[in-house]
Nanobody, 127 residues
Framework: QVQLVASGGGSVQDGGSLRLSCVAS????????IGWFRQAPGEERDGVAVIYTAGGNTYYSASVKDRFTISQDNAKNTIHLQMNSLKPEDTAMYYC????????????????????WGQGTQVTVSS
């Protein structure tokens, strides 16, 4: 079984920081890609960031580049999204997603269907 459990969302002031976590229970030797999508009410779901376990390469959407950092812990069962300099436009439900078949980062962030999803965690940034 593959399970993704997201946590770490909350409410912060404009310019604040949050750290999201996704515990990935993936019992396989295969490499995979795992990252974050977000969706605000009435808006399209957009890719945020992705990390590839094969080599640790990362890719970010233009809107979060240089503010967000995605990483994998030493146990390789949890990824984190460190979000700094948060803006009100970052307000959304954030979802963790993963796949075993991984295209390049730009393509992955534009995909709408992924093999595994977490339950989502709400991020709210007040002005």
């Amino acid at each position: 079984q593959v399970q993704l459990v997201a946590s770490g969302g909350g409410s912060v002031q404009d310019g604040g920081s949050l750290r999201l976590s996704c515990v990935a229970s993936i019992d396989t030797y295969r490499s995979y890609c795992i990252g974050w999508f977000r969706q605000a009410p009435g808006e399209e779901r957009d890719g945020v960031a992705v990390i590839y376990t094969a080599g640790g390469n990362t890719y970010y959407s233009a809107s979060v580049k240089d503010r967000f950092t995605i990483s994998q812990d030493n146990a390789k069962n949890t990824i984190h999204l460190q979000m700094n300099s948060l803006k009100p436009e970052d307000t959304a439900m954030y979802y963790c997603a993963a796949d075993f078949v991984c295209p390049n980062g730009d393509t992955w962030l534009r995909m709408k269907d992924h093999s595994f999803w977490g339950q989502g965690t709400q991020v709210t940034v007040s002005s």
